[in-house]
T-cell receptor, first 110, second 113 residues
Framework: ETAVFQTPNYHVTQVGNEVSFNCKQTLGHDTMYWYKQDSKKLLKIMFSYNNKQLIVNETVPRRFSPQSSDKAHLNLRIKSVEPEDSAVYLC?????????FGEGSKLTVL | DAKTTQPDSMESTEGETVHLPCSHATISGNEYIYWYRQVPLQGPEYVTHGLQQNTTNSMAFLAIASDRKSSTLILTHVSLRDAAVYHCILRANTGANTGKLTFGHGTILRVHP
């Protein structure tokens, strides 16, 4: 039963374009995350927000920027995509420690 | 920087009991052991977690060694739906890293009819 919703689920674009992924959770959690899963299926945390405040910002390129309007929403914007940005981006929310993931947003950069 | 070690893959047959091992020799006293599983085209799904005592729920039984340096996720009567990548992860419950989970490659569990 999905409670973390991501859109779009798939996106194909060209190098240099801007991309945005949206995430909404209906669980009432205070903390939300963005993870990146590469072609080798390794999951790496990118950002973590607690009640609209950035609390974790791993070393990611500056072209990535998270945006949170309220604690139920955490969007991810990529200003000028590069080929290495091709991956699945997973949004999650947590109640302490237990993560609930969305289905993922697969980005393909041509 | 995954702090856990798991076999790359394991094979099983429907109806069997499967033991998925995880080594975490450098686990800290405030770290919980979490298990997640992921099937293709889906995000990871929570399976179970524990600190020191063995735990059980509808999905699995988690056996934690007395020194906490290893754990085993036990799946009974596996079905084809249990085929997934199983991740063993440590999570601190204090300090700045509370809630942050670091995933490794996990164990690919294949289930044969």
């Amino acid at each position: 039963e999905t409670a973390v919703f991501q859109t779009p689920n798939y996106h194909v674009t060209q190098v240099g374009n801007e991309v945005s992924f949206n995430c909404k959770q209906t669980l009432g959690h205070d903390t939300m995350y963005w993870y990146k899963q590469d072609s080798k299926k390794l999951l790496k945390i990118m950002f973590s927000y607690n009640n609209k405040q950035l609390i974790v910002n791993e070393t990611v390129p500056r072209r990535f920027s998270p945006q949170s309007s309220d604690k139920a929403h955490l969007n991810l914007r990529i200003k000028s995509v590069e080929p290495e940005d091709s991956a699945v981006y997973l949004c999650a929310s947590s109640w302490p420690g237990q993560l609930y993931f969305g289905e993922g947003s697969k980005l393909t950069v041509l | 920087d995954a702090k856990t070690t798991q076999p790359d893959s394991m094979e099983s047959t429907e109806g069997e009991t499967v033991h998925l091992p995880c080594s975490h020799a450098t686990i800290s006293g405030n770290e919980y052991i979490y298990w997640y599983r992921q099937v293709p085209l889906q995000g990871p799904e929570y399976v179970t977690h524990g600190l020191q005592q063995n735990t059980t729920n509808s999905m699995a039984f988690l056996a934690i060694a007395s020194d906490r340096k290893s754990s085993t996720l036990i799946l009974t009567h596996v079905s084809l739906r249990d085929a997934a990548v199983y991740h063993c992860i440590l999570r601190a419950n204090t300090g700045a890293n509370t809630g942050k989970l670091t995933f490794g490659h996990g164990t690919i569990l294949r289930v044969h009819p």
